[in-house]
Structures are given as structure tokens and as C-alpha cells.
């Protein structure tokens, strides 16, 4: 986990001045145009999809302001979203050290690296869905210490609990603001859902906690909404609708199980990889781990439905059924 860490940092480090791409240089010269103007809203700025707040921005704007240094500063920022990403982790798995550390190393390897794939997206440059991804996964585990503080009867309101809690709904407000209604739809949504299921299904109820704390989280959305419809008119995914049957007959669902396959590298538009070479052995071996994590997510709902009280480990990968 530590040579993980350390080694995204120094991928940071050595090869962000080197790798500019478009979508990063946008958000390095935000960076700047922020830091220079003295404020988050740039009067005239063009926004494409979103404000970039929930991004690397949210760290490295206050490190560049400080340093000057904008490669350093957006590596920086990635260094504490990786931190992140580990204390989540270990906020879901509290009592099961070696499957936080499982969970943290499968989090952290980069499986792909590109303009627009998962190293980039989440621990490299801009990491414009490093936020994002993150808030979902912390919504899992304070729910999961707010059953359990609320089943053994102890106050909430500890640091263990209180601090994660204000966090996500912190970056609830924050998503909604910059990226508009996506992030609540795809990812705060599925969770809360996941939750709500299992709760009723094994309890009967939910914690009243987690109640005012959802109640904050929809009230926090709506504000960032509005926010985000007065600084940039909102966003593409306000627009989001469903996919048709025929949509489906056509082929989405092929595309979503390729999609799944690409965000771990075992996909190529490439038909002259050869099997005997060493790329195309890793490559076999990348398609192995993809059809492993599939079958330990079929394996986990099987037990979840199985054995209800094994639900608290298994709501991580039951959110991919959702998902």
C-alpha cells in the first residue's frame, strides 16, 4: 500500500510536466486564473462540463496559492485524494484490516493510463473524478459506522463518525456545485439505495442518524444545484435520460460489459496483438483479474442473500448490481 502511495506520487512528480493533455492543461490554467483573480468564480471563464471543483482543483488551488508551483501543487493533491481513498477504506472495513488493505491496493493500482483512463481519472493531473468516485465510497462507510454506533448504542457525535460525516456532505454540496446533478445520481444515489434495501431487509429501519444526515445531503444537493445553474447554467448531466429497449437491442449492453473491461485495460480496438508476446500475455492476464472481480461480485451477492449477516461486507460489491 505504502509503495502504491508512493509510487502515484512519483508518477506525479516525474511525468506531469512531460504528459500535458488537453482536459489537464485547462484545469493547471484554471488553477492559475483562480489563484491570480482571488476567487473560485471567474467572471467571462468558459466552463465545458464542469467547474472542475471536484477535482485535483480542490487541494491543489489552495497548495499553488501557497507554493506557486502548479505541477507540485496538483501532486500534492493527488497525494492526499490517494490518503483519502486509503482512510475510506479503512472507515468501511474498521474491524477487518486485511480487507481494507485488499480493497486499498485494488483501489490503487494503475490499471490504465491515459487522457481519459482510470490512473488519470482518479490519482494522476487533473483527477477529475478522483472526488467524485471518492464520495460514494465514503457514503458506504459512515453509513456502515452509523449502524453500527447506533445498534451498540453509542453517541455518533465522536470524531470516528462526526468528521467522515461532515466531509461527504461537505463534497455532497461541493459535486453538486461544480458537476451539477451526475455525481448524486450515479454514485450518492446507488449507495444510499444500497443502504436503505439492506437496512429494511435485515432491520426493519434505519438509524435516525442516517436520516438527518440524508435529509442534510438532499438539502446540500439542492443548494449546489442551484449554485452550479447561477455560475455556469448548469451542466450536460442535466440532461441525463433513460436508455431505451431498443437502445438495449442495439447493442448498450455489450458496450457496458466492454466498458467494464476497458476501465481495467483488458480492452483493445487493437487486432494485431499477438497472444505469444509479452504484451498479449499481460494482456491475458489482465482479461483473468476482470472476469475474477466479476465472479467475487456474483460470489458476494450469493452470500449476501445467503447469509444476511454478511450484508455489511458484501455492500460494496452488491452496489455494482445497482451500479
Same mark, same amino acid.
Given at each position: 500500500?505504502i509503495?502504491q ?9 516525474i511525468y506531469? =510536466?512531460? #504528459? /500535458?493533455? @488537453? ?7 484554471h488553477i492559475? &486564473?483562480?489563484?491570480?483573480?482571488? !476567487? ?16 485535483a ?21 493527488n ?25 486499498v491496493?485494488l ?6 493510463f491515459g ?12 483527477s477529475?473524478y ?5 464520495? =460514494?465510497i #465514503? /457514503?458506504? @462507510?459512515v ?8 445498534? &451498540?448504542?453509542?453517541?455518533?457525535? !465522536?470524531s470516528?463518525?462526526?468528521?467522515p460525516?461532515?466531509f461527504v456532505?461537505?463534497l455532497?454540496f ?21 443502504y436503505?434495501v ?5 432491520r ?6 442516517w436520516?438527518?444526515?440524508?435529509c442534510l445531503?438532499?438539502?446540500l ?28 437491442a ?14 481495467f ?8 496483438i ?21 465472479c467475487?461480485v456474483?460470489f458476494?451477492?450469493?452470500?449476501l442473500f ?5 450484508s ?7 452496489l455494482?448490481?445497482?451500479?
Amino acid at each position: 500500500m505504502i509503495f502504491q502511495i508512493i509510487f502515484a506520487f512519483g508518477c506525479n512528480l516525474i511525468y506531469m =510536466p512531460r #504528459l /500535458i493533455d @488537453g482536459d489537464f492543461a485547462m484545469l493547471a490554467t484554471h488553477i492559475r &486564473e483562480m489563484a491570480e483573480n482571488g !476567487t473560485a468564480v471567474i467572471a467571462d471563464w468558459k466552463y465545458t462540463t464542469t467547474a472542475e471543483w471536484d477535482s485535483a482543483v480542490l487541494f491543489a488551488l489552495p497548495l499553488y496559492i501557497i507554493t506557486h508551483k502548479i505541477y507540485f501543487s496538483l501532486s500534492l493533491s493527488n497525494l492526499i485524494i490517494s490518503i483519502l481513498y486509503v482512510l475510506a477504506c479503512f472507515l468501511i472495513f474498521e474491524k477487518n484490516r486485511k480487507a481494507a488493505l485488499i480493497c486499498v491496493n485494488l483501489l490503487l493500482i494503475p490499471y490504465e493510463f491515459g487522457m481519459l483512463s482510470y490512473f488519470n481519472m482518479l490519482f494522476y493531473g487533473g483527477s477529475q473524478y478522483g472526488i467524485k468516485v471518492l464520495i =460514494p465510497i #465514503l /457514503i458506504i @462507510g459512515v453509513s456502515l459506522r452509523m449502524t453500527e454506533y447506533s445498534e &451498540e448504542k453509542k453517541n455518533v457525535l !465522536t470524531s470516528k463518525v462526526l468528521i467522515p460525516t461532515i466531509f461527504v456532505l461537505f463534497l455532497i454540496f461541493l459535486t453538486a456545485a461544480s458537476s451539477g446533478i451526475y455525481v448524486c445520481m450515479c454514485g450518492v444515489f446507488p449507495a444510499a439505495a444500497t443502504y436503505i434495501v439492506m437496512q429494511f431487509d435485515r432491520r426493519g429501519k434505519l438509524p435516525i442518524s442516517w436520516i438527518v444526515t440524508a435529509c442534510l445531503g438532499m438539502l446540500l444537493t439542492g443548494l449546489g444545484l442551484i449554485a452550479n445553474k447561477r455560475i455556469m447554467g448548469g451542466t450536460r448531466a442535466d440532461s441525463l435520460t433513460f436508455v431505451t429497449f431498443n437502445q438495449y437491442a442495439d447493442g448498450y449492453l455489450i458496450k457496458m460489459v466492454c466498458g467494464f473491461f476497458s476501465v481495467f485495460g483488458a480492452s483493445t480496438t487493437n487486432s494485431n496483438i499477438s497472444v505469444t508476446s509479452l504484451y498479449g500475455a499481460f494482456f491475458f492476464l489482465r482479461i483473468i483479474f476482470v472476469l475474477i472481480l466479476i465472479c467475487a461480485v456474483v460470489f458476494s451477492v450469493k452470500k449476501l442473500f445467503a447469509h444476511p449477516s454478511l450484508s455489511d461486507a458484501c455492500l460494496c460489491p452488491f452496489l455494482f448490481g445497482i451500479h
